[in-house]
């Protein structure tokens, strides 16, 4: 029996150059941020690999270099569970870069037992929303100055599973870790795209993905009987080079110039949930992200 992978394209095919181009991708050191960077350092990119666990980002980066051919790549310290450290981070790239052609905002945990950041926001829409949104904030300028510039945000078909409690966003109340993760990524879809309307007309273009069920350490939080249950359906499931693509196809296609705040899967525009497209929601979670991080971004 044919397994689902045979529907999958292993690779997005394109010989899109990025010469001269420099793209950040946050997580860079494994999974499909590793893939993704390998990706973009053979199309000719600077590629600044920001990453937490630097000994790994280290190794990470000899490979990237060994797969792509290309020596302009280096890796950054970046916790995006403390804001000091995307402060210091964000400090260092605008001071040392000139450009910024493509941030793809690729990191996240999932499905984690109850944790807190350093800033005390639950860690999963603390890393996975909240992170990336202050590390955007702090970057825009300089991708504003960089223009045809992209943001790319990978989110998930899990985006879908649940919606947001503003009014209890850490889920102090209840803790569910299915549902946390849920809420970080359909905030990651409605940060796409109240940033392309606030952009819009600057050059500067947004996209929010669902990368397919990718085989990643992402997993190492399910329970054992999930775990088991993935492992069975291993065959359905993307390799990290698969699992790359769309992210790939969403940072170098050219015809997606003209397509700003959409949501992607398998290399297309696809449709995400009716939450994702509610703009009134997505109003409320940007003026609770911007006084939640103590930042003023109209």
Request: aromatic share 8%; glycine share 6%.
């Amino acid at each position: 029996m044919a397994s689902f992978r045979s529907f999958f394209r292993p690779r997005w095919s394109s010989v899109e150059r990025l010469d001269g181009k420099t793209a950040l991708i946050t997580g860079a050191n494994t999974g499909i941020g590793k893939e993704t960077a390998k990706d973009l350092a053979a199309r000719g990119a600077k590629v600044i690999m920001a990453c937490r666990d630097m000994e790994k980002a280290e190794a990470a980066m000899k490979e990237v270099k060994e797969a792509s051919g290309n020596e302009n790549i280096i890796c950054m310290k970046l916790d995006l569970a403390d804001s000091k450290s995307i402060r210091e981070f964000a400090e260092a790239i605008n001071n040392g870069e000139s450009q910024l052609n493509i941030l793809i905002n690729n990191a996240g945990v999932m499905m984690c037992p109850y944790q807190k950041t350093a800033d005390g926001f639950e860690m999963q829409i603390g890393i996975n929303h909240f992170g990336h949104f202050l590390l955007t904030h702090l970057l825009i300028d300089l991708i504003k100055r960089s223009t045809p510039a992209r943001i790319v945000t990978v989110s998930s078909v899990a985006h879908s599973w649940s919606g947001i409690n503003l009014d209890d966003i850490n889920s102090e109340k209840s803790y569910d870790k299915r549902r946390a993760y849920s809420q970080s990524k359909l905030a990651n879809v409605l940060f796409s795209r109240s940033l392309a309307q606030r952009l819009e007309g600057s050059g500067v273009t947004t996209y929010s993905l669902h990368p397919g069920v990718v085989q990643t350490d992402l997993w190492r939080h399910m329970n054992k009987f999930q775990q088991t249950a993935v492992k069975m359906v291993r065959s359905f499931t993307k390799t990290t080079v698969e699992g790359a693509q769309t992210t790939i196809y969403c940072a170098v296609e050219p015809a997606l110039e003209k397509e700003s705040g959409e949501y992607y899967s398998d290399c297309a525009k696809s449709k995400c949930s009716s939450s994702g497209r509610d703009d009134a929601l997505a109003q409320k979670l940007w003026e609770l992200s911007c006084k939640m991080l103590n930042i003023d971004w109209p």
